[in-house]
């Protein structure tokens, strides 16, 4: 096949690179900005720009924000009695459309797996261990991850942990099914999960 534009090339390249993006879907999506103007190409780039140079995470729950903290840990009005525990951020954006919890949040930024070389120092236990030891308001941690193996070994260890501590370890219940990872969950069972949530 003859090349006509490196640069066609190079981008079409680059966005196969996206998760969920094959060839054909990166050149479709290529051909779509060379036909828009110039301002819409600017405009997505400079998104992209500022989303690597301007999203920072929250230093308190390790959560993606403009701000530091961000503006859910800096908000009066949520319950600070209740942390939530997630995998990773985008779990985060997924539990608050569906308007259950009013609580705050903790990333662990991954779980516990050994195949991928990933043990709990590489994850931010530690700091949900000190939240817990410090902020005498919080009496419930939820655990909300994925209900996989590798979610299931990290909510164990998790539970162990906080057993030094005085609050009550809690998850989401068992409405989602086995293997299912939050993001592909409808915001109706998610809703649900959080009401029926049980003792650890």
């Known amino acids: 096949m003859q090349i006509t534009s490196e640069y066609l090339e190079r981008a079409i390249e680059q966005l196969a690179k996206l998760p969920g993006?094959?060839?054909?879907?990166?050149?479709?999506?290529?051909?779509?900005?060379?036909?828009?103007?110039?301002?819409?190409?600017?405009?997505?780039?400079?998104?992209?720009?500022?989303?690597?140079?301007?999203?920072?995470?929250?230093?308190?729950?390790?959560?993606?924000?403009d701000s530091d903290p961000c503006?859910?840990?800096?908000?009066?009005?949520?319950?600070?009695?209740?942390?939530?525990v997630v995998e990773e951020f985008n779990d985060v954006y997924i539990i608050e459309k569906s308007n259950e919890f009013r609580g705050r949040y903790h990333v662990l930024g991954g779980v516990i797996s050994p195949m991928d070389n990933i043990g709990p120092d590489k994850l931010r236990i530690q700091e949900l261990l000190k939240r817990v030891g410090e902020d005498d308001q919080v009496?419930?941690?939820?655990?909300?991850?994925?209900?996989?193996?590798?979610?299931?070994?990290?909510?164990?260890?998790?539970?162990?942990?906080?057993?030094q501590y005085d609050v009550e370890v809690t998850r989401i219940a068992y409405g989602i099914p086995m293997g299912t990872e939050l993001e592909f969950i409808d915001e109706a069972t998610l809703s649900r999960a959080f009401a029926s949530r049980n003792s650890f």
Do not use: F, W
């Open 21 to 65: 993006t094959g060839r054909k879907s990166a050149q479709r999506i290529a051909i779509h900005l060379l036909k828009q103007n110039s301002d819409y190409a600017m405009s997505l780039a400079q998104a992209i720009v500022d989303l690597k140079e301007k999203v920072t995470r929250c230093s308190v729950c390790g959560n993606v924000s």
């Open 71 to 84: 503006k859910i840990c800096d908000n009066p009005k949520r319950d600070p009695s209740a942390i939530c």
């Open 139 to 163: 009496n419930e941690i939820i655990l909300a991850l994925n209900p996989d193996a590798e979610g299931e070994a990290t909510s164990y260890y998790i539970n162990k942990l906080l057993k």
